[in-house]
């Protein structure tokens, strides 16, 4: 048991808070799912959670003062290093031009009915340990595997239509159906999705790709009209029949290939995958004998995956990485196996610390062409990376001197010259004719070179 828990139920025990504490949301479905435990934990009172969390600071088990929300009545507080949210069963009203709630104290009736899910609904009491089933469908639901809201499923979307996507995260998560009143709903409303904010909708997005099917939520998105709000781009892949090795659309390729990922596949890597053939679509050719070519696609598919992500408010550093493994992705299909070590070496310079995630790509991409997919070029290439990097580090495929030194050394001014020199000395240091910190024998050679003109 969660000691946070543990410790709230012996500072209310005999007070007035106890048996009117019930823990809601995650923790209890998950519990009797049999999942393992969230960090997280909901507990929800019919009374005011403000003074509540007053009253746990000044027991001392609350390490810091609560951080209160009187408009929603609610409160966080940390306990023995968890976040507890505190909740004070509420009604909600939406008046129809905002899309913030006016609350009301309310019976837990009323708190359970605002919530999204009746999975989500269910109430263990903290002294207890009876579950109370409110909308008399919640356990139900659970054992039989079905998302559908407490109340109208319109009025639930209405109100908050960022619970359509949650309907989406949760049925993927736990391999669920939703229910078919609800997802009619969930088509019908599904433009309503445009009025939620992008980094909500990036939050729960980004859950349903890092869950283990995001294949299975992308085509859920995609059939119910929610991926149109907020990333139509993807669905142009949709029917971009392709030749080769292919046997699947674009889209299905892209599917294909996420399900293919290992579980441990990190969102970066995923959004790779997903972005790396966008620009398929409008790129596509084909010859007078049927060949079906995509030239120039990857720079296309990395300036959508920049444009998607940037309105979804991705973080920088993550979009950066995205787009590099998208537009660096063709380059391991151009590998041979008579690649010399240096064009090896070069691709590794260039793709730095991403090349386990290029190369992660590069499978996936296999993977979802064929059933059957030719792996050989990619274990070929996989082993002399693993070879060369047992005899030189990636950082040391770099020029010797930087771009400081070459200036001073030929008297030039910042320019397209600088960089021209340095590409110079790195290959010459990847072709093995200069180490990587002789910086004397790179000055001969710059002045050799460069020094007359
Ligand atoms: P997770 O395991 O992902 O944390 P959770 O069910 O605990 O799942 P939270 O986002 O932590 O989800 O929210 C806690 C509870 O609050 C939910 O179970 C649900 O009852 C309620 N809730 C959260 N977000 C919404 C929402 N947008 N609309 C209605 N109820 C919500
Ligand atoms: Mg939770």
Sequence with gaps: MNPAIERIREVTRGTEYEGRLFLVGGIVRDRIMGRPPTEDVDIVLEGNALEFARFLHRKGIAEHRPVTYPRFGTAMVTIEGRTIELVSARRESYAPESRKPRVEPASLMDDVMRRDFTINTLLENLHTGEVLDLTG????????????????????????????????????????????VTYEAIVRDAERLKIISKERIRDEFAKIMLSDDPDKGLRMLSDTGLLRQFAPELLEMQGVDQTGPHVWDVWN?????????????????????????TGKPRTKTIDPDGDVHFYGHEDLSAEIARRVLNRLRFPAHEINRVVRLVSMHMRIGEYREEWKDAAVKRLMRDAGADMPDLLALAYADRYGSNPHPSLEGLNDLQERIEDILLKV????????????????????????????????????????????????????????????R
């Design 137 to 180: 469908r919640g356990r139900a639901d659970i054992e039989a595997g079905i998302i559908r809201t407490p109340t109208e499923p319109q009025t639930t979307f209405y109100d908050d239509p960022l619970r359509m996507l949650r309907a989406v995260r949760f049925a993927v998560r736990f391999g669920f159906e939703i229910e078919p």
């Design 253 to 277: 390729h892209t599917l294909e290939a996420l399900n293919s990922l290992p579980k441990q596949a990190d969102l970066v890597l995923r959004l790779a995958v997903l972005f790396h053939d």
């Design 393 to 452: 580090k990636v950082e040391e495929l770099e020029s010797p001197l930087g771009g400081r030194e070459i200036m001073d050394l030929l008297g030039l001014a910042p320019g397209p010259k600088v960089a021209e020199v340095k590409d110079f000395l790195c290959d010459e240091v990847i072709e093995g004719r200069l180490e990587p910190h002789d910086t004397d024998t790179a000055r001969r050679l710059v002045i050799e070179r460069f020094g007359g």
